[in-house]
Nanobody, 115 residues
Framework: VRLVESGGGLVQPGGSLRLSCAAS????????MSWFRQAPGKGRERVARISSTGTITNYADSVKGRFTISRDNAKNTVYLQMNSLKPDDTAVYFCCALIGASTSWGQGTQVTVSS
């Protein structure tokens, strides 16, 4: 299993970013996918989850209405569109796949929201 995130960077408050996670090594379309984040000195928090078909999505209250998770099963890729970013959104963002009893993580991508 390999998960590779991209799309992070430095953005001003109120700005937008779109993260991507390219998956390989498993049948991507069979599994739900999640995005987590971890801010300095804090635990890892799940921000969004999407079902295998993309029809069901769930969000943390802190990002609801601002973030959108989506997936393209033809491209084996999951996305996180982040709008109206706040300084509190600063964190390393990870994509995650739970396959059977095993959880796989990408290496993460840094998102910094600052003026």
């Amino acid at each position: 299993v390999r998960l590779v995130e991209s799309g992070g960077g430095l953005v001003q408050p109120g700005g937008s970013l779109r993260l991507s996670c390219a998956a390989s090594g498993f049948t991507f379309s069979n599994y739900a996918m999640s995005w987590f984040r971890q801010a300095p000195g804090k635990g890892r928090e799940r921000v969004a989850r999407i079902s295998s078909t993309g029809t069901i999505t769930n969000y943390a209250d802190s990002v609801k209405g601002r973030f959108t998770i989506s997936r393209d099963n033809a491209k084996n890729t999951v996305y996180l569109q982040m709008n109206s970013l706040k300084p509190d959104d600063t964190a390393v963002y990870f994509c995650c796949a739970l396959i059977g009893a095993s959880t796989s993580w990408g290496q993460g991508t840094q998102v910094t929201v600052s003026s």
